[in-house]
């Protein structure tokens, strides 16, 4: 059975930091490029960063470049989100999602809001 599991996420105030977690399980996790997603209230969802099958490639949307981190364990079938210098505009549901040729899988997401 295929799962991936969000965790890390919480309330943080503006400047915060935080640091989401996905652990995958039921494929072979270093086939698969990982995304971070996240869907803002109301909005739809917005692709945030991915990164490579082997961890050496990393890309990021210009709204968290320099502030967010991707990273990977293939020993931990786990992807990271460190999210650092948090603003109220980062406040959404964060989901991982994992994408090969012929599959793509989702999380159920994790709320991070950013609030004073």
């Known amino acids: 059975q295929v799962q991936l599991v969000e965790s890390g996420g919480g309330l943080v105030q503006p400047g915060g930091s935080l640091r989401l977690s996905c652990a995958a399980s039921g494929f072979t996790f270093s086939s698969y490029w990982m995304y971070w997603v996240r869907q803002a209230p109301g909005k739809g969802l917005d692709w945030i960063s991915s990164?490579?099958?082997?961890?050496?490639?990393?890309y990021y949307a210009d709204s968290v470049k320099g502030r967010f981190t991707i990273s990977r364990d293939n020993a931990k079938n786990t992807v990271y989100l460190q999210m650092n210098s948090l603003k109220p505009e980062d406040t959404a549901v964060y989901y991982c999602?994992?994408?090969?040729?012929?599959?793509?899988?989702w999380g159920q997401g994790t709320q991070v809001t950013v609030s004073s």
């Open positions: 999602n994992a994408r090969s040729q012929f599959f793509t899988y």
């Open positions: 990164i490579s099958t082997g961890g050496g490639s990393t």
